[in-house]
T-cell receptor, first 115, second 115 residues
Framework: GAGVSQSPSNKVTEKGKDVELRCDPISGHTALYWYRQSLGQGLEFLIYFQGNSAPDKSGLPSDRFSAERTGGSVSTLTIQRTQQEDSAVYLC?????????????FGQGTRLTVV | AQSVTQLGSHVSVSEGALVLLRCNYSSSVPPYLFWYVQYPNQGLQLLLKYTTGATLVKGINGFEAEFKKSETSFHLTKPSAHMSDAAEYFCAVRRDSGNTGKLIFGQGTTLQVKP
């Protein structure tokens, strides 16, 4: 696609429910990243994929958070038993390669509200 | 460990005035440095980046930044602010460490432009 696409753009869920957030990276980009943007916490790194593998999961805040990537393309971030503190904007980014000097392209984000 | 500090969470300037957004980084090796802009309800868009070479980097929309190794700074400037520059700006550092290429962000600076 022309850019990084995320869906849904907005999600309201009840506390305790599971949610899935989807990211379609730019075609051919091998590196994919998930970030979380919340008030007071800024932009936090969650997880990095190279192909279908996740060599860096260091930013996942708890075991309720998981992510997978299939076909070296689409990624899904799953949050189980959502809590109010999970409310945030979840941003996905992709890069052609995971090299420091390359640009990361961001999607529009998914705004998650847990009520 | 890498970190990024943006001085001033809010900056207000008059239209036509100089814009100066400050960013200092901490890194044990010369990093790759980025400035991103985020307009309301949108993802992050790259303004400019420093990788190697010329330390004065020009970006989109008339912005530029200068990498000063001695000061560990990468401040963003624009000679004359426009109303459309009102947005949130993020400074970020990226390295090849571990070949993840993940971005470490500052807390962000909200730029207000007054008529």
């Amino acid at each position: 696609g022309a850019g990084v696409s995320q869906s849904p753009s907005n999600k309201v869920t009840e506390k305790g429910k599971d949610v899935e957030l989807r990211c379609d990276p730019i075609s051919g980009h091998t590196a994919l990243y998930w970030y979380r943007q919340s008030l007071g916490q800024g932009l936090e790194f969650l997880i990095y994929f190279q192909g279908n593998s996740a060599p860096d999961k260091s930013g996942l805040p708890s075991d309720r958070f998981s992510a997978e990537r299939t076909g070296g393309s689409v990624s899904t971030l799953t949050i189980q038993r959502t809590q109010q503190e999970d409310s945030a904007v979840y941003l996905c980014a992709s890069s052609l390669v995971p090299r420091g000097d390359t640009e990361a392209f961001f999607g529009q984000g998914t705004r998650l509200t847990v009520v | 460990a890498q970190s990024v500090t943006q001085l001033g969470s809010h900056v207000s300037v008059s239209e036509g005035a100089l814009v100066l957004l400050r960013c200092n980084y901490s890194s044990s090796v010369p990093p790759y440095l980025f400035w991103y802009v985020q307009y309301p309800n949108q993802g992050l868009q790259l303004l400019l980046k420093y990788t190697t070479g010329a330390t004065l980097v020009k970006g989109i929309n008339g912005f530029e930044a200068e990498f000063k190794k001695s000061e560990t700074s990468f401040h963003l400037t624009k000679p004359s602010a426009h109303m459309s520059d009102a947005a949130e700006y993020f400074c970020a550092v990226r390295r090849d460490s571990g070949n993840t290429g993940k971005l470490i962000f500052g807390q962000g600076t909200t730029l207000q432009v007054k008529p």
